[in-house]
């Protein structure tokens, strides 16, 4: 914890992220200069790099220049390839998004790469189609394009080839859709899904199935926490969520990714594999994974950055968490430029450079106070509550006070939740008997975290009104930076109490245990 934190890619990826950011937006005339100048700096960082380097033995100065000639180097370069991703996508988008201004009624045929959710307006689901080829008035384009379909009656499964006939409208300015279609009726399934995506499926509908009699808490939870599906989460549990920062518990993320994987780790560790074989187990796992709980953008985030680490462990050179971080988001961005308008994404990246850059110095300047075990425990969500505040008042203008507590609380049963809740899913196709045993179980451990929930949503002040938009952003990032320089610019110790003891100090100790697994 006291090593220094390897920083050198974040910037390049910050520059990424900002390059996305305002090259989806609304579109301008001004995305080619910025990628011809992005692409001269490029060559000029590599012309100043090539002649700074064989000075880098004469002096500190000749160092410093060559390594601030680097960064800018491959920032620009990162800049680069995110506006010339956005080109290249936009020749897929373009044709569609154009013709959508029209409102046509045309036949759409692609594949179905979401799950079901209810439609915003009226009956029906909504679902995402990675559209190949619209037909209309005579015309059929080749398109490469994500459309966001609402249509009645059963939604098409995921992965699903499929064909409809709807009517386009324009999408919303730098929603990742090119557009929106509103179909009369069904669609049509033309081709199944790949086998695997299709086994998934099966075991996803074979776990609402089986815990369908269930009391109303786990018959939402323990699918929700298990493969993020949140279709039957009862509504007054879904706000006692959101009040108190918990639904990331049914968003799967890194977290859920992190329990999955350990456990995987230990099991190949204990087999004695050589180092080849544990990374090629624990990647079958991850891509498994990946397809169960579906590639949302806060999975595709702690996907990326698992891959980065086996990489680097594949390598005999283990990834630090930051540069895995940066490196993740970026090659993400660049694959995806509208990621970095997804909340989810923003959300995800945030929170985990809060848990690697914060939780340290958070855990030595509390243990004096409490010890080690709760200082972690008591450190993880503050983290996360400080770099994700920010970003959430442009969801909602209102601050979470009771947060941290919730997350606090919640902690140990997110563990044992997530994997009784995934040894149903597998069990579910053939062994119901199982499955439903299992999910009972879960449904156990959920009612914490849902009794958690409500009484903290419960408590006087759980919601304090913030400003909303950019300036309700900037003014709580301010006041959450002055606040972690009062509390993290004097040395760990210096003018704390002397660390109490004794049995309540035990005791703290011993119940912060399953939080503390759970976190790591």
């Known amino acids: 914890m006291t090593g220094a934190v390897d920083l050198r890619l974040a910037p390049a990826a910050l520059v990424a992220w900002a390059a996305a950011w305002a090259a989806t937006g609304p579109a301008g005339p001004w995305t080619r200069p910025v990628l011809g100048a992005a692409a001269a700096v490029v060559l000029g960082g590599a012309v100043v790099v090539a002649v700074v380097a064989p000075l880098g033995r ?24 995110v506006v010339l991703s956005v080109h290249v996508h936009g020749a897929g988008r373009e044709p569609l998004a154009r013709w959508a201004g029209q409102q046509p009624v045309a036949e759409l045929t692609g594949r179905v790469v979401s799950e079901a959710r209810p439609a ?69 399934a033309v081709a199944h899904a790949p086998a695997l995506v299709g086994a998934t499926t099966t075991m996803r509908a074979a776990l609402l199935a089986a815990t369908d009699g269930l009391s109303p808490q786990a018959r939402g939870l323990v699918p929700g926490i298990a493969v993020g599906d949140t279709s039957r989460l009862p509504p007054d549990l879904e706000e006692a969520f959101r009040t108190t920062g918990l639904t990331h518990l049914t968003a799967v993320s890194g977290g859920h990714f992190a329990v999955v994987l350990a456990l995987v780790t230990a099991a ?18 991850a891509a498994g994974f990946v397809l169960l709980v579906r590639p949302e953008p806060s999975v595709q985030r702690a996907a990326a950055m698992c891959a980065v680490t086996l990489a680097g ?59 080690r075990p709760v200082a972690f425990a008591l450190a993880v969500p503050l983290a996360a509550q400080a770099a994700c505040g ?45 499955a439903q045993a299992l999910g009972w179980l879960a449904g156990l451990v959920t009612a914490w975290i849902a ?3 409500r009484w903290c949503a419960g408590l006087p002040g759980a919601l304090l009104p913030w400003p909303g938009g950019v300036g309700g952003l900037l003014a709580l990032a301010a006041a959450t930076a002055a606040l972690g320089v009062l509390v ?4 760990p110790g210096a003018g704390w109490p002397v660390a109490w003891s004794g049995r309540p100090r035990r005791a703290l100790r011993g119940a912060a245990a399953w939080s503390r697994a759970a976190a790591a």
């Open 58 to 81: 004469g002096g500190p100065g000749a160092r410093r220049a060559g390594a601030v000639a680097a960064h800018v180097l491959v920032a620009a370069a990162c800049a680069a390839a």
């Open 313 to 371: 462990i594949a390598l005999g050179r283990p990834a630090a968490s930051v540069p895995s971080l940066a490196t993740a988001a970026t090659v993400l961005l660049v694959a995806d430029p509208w990621l970095a308008r997804e909340y989810g994404f923003v959300l995800s990246c945030a929170a985990t450079a809060g848990l690697v850059l914060l939780t340290p110095p958070l855990v030595r300047r509390l243990a004096p106070w409490t010890g």
């Open 120 to 188: 915003v307006f009226g009956d029906g689901e909504r679902w995402t189609l990675a559209a190949e080829r619209v037909t209309g008035r005579g015309v059929t384009l080749e398109v490469r394009a994500p459309v966001e379909v609402t249509a009645p009656g059963p939604a098409p499964a995921y992965g699903e080839r499929v064909a409809l006939r709807a009517r386009l409208g324009e999408a919303d300015a730098g929603a990742g859709e090119a557009a929106t279609a509103r179909a009369d009726g069904p669609a049509a």
């Open 390 to 434: 920010p970003v959430l008042v442009l969801l909602a203008p209102a601050l979470p006070t009771t947060s941290v507590l919730a997350n606090l609380l919640a902690a140990p049963a997110v563990a044992p939740a997530t994997l009784l809740g995934l040894a149903a899913t597998v069990t579910a196709p053939w062994w119901p008997a199982g």
């Open 451 to 453: 009794g958690v929930a």
């Open 488 to 491: 993290l610019r004097r040395p």
């Open 268 to 285: 190949a560790g204990a087999t004695r594999l050589p180092r080849a074989g544990r990374v090629a187990v624990v990647a079958a796992v």
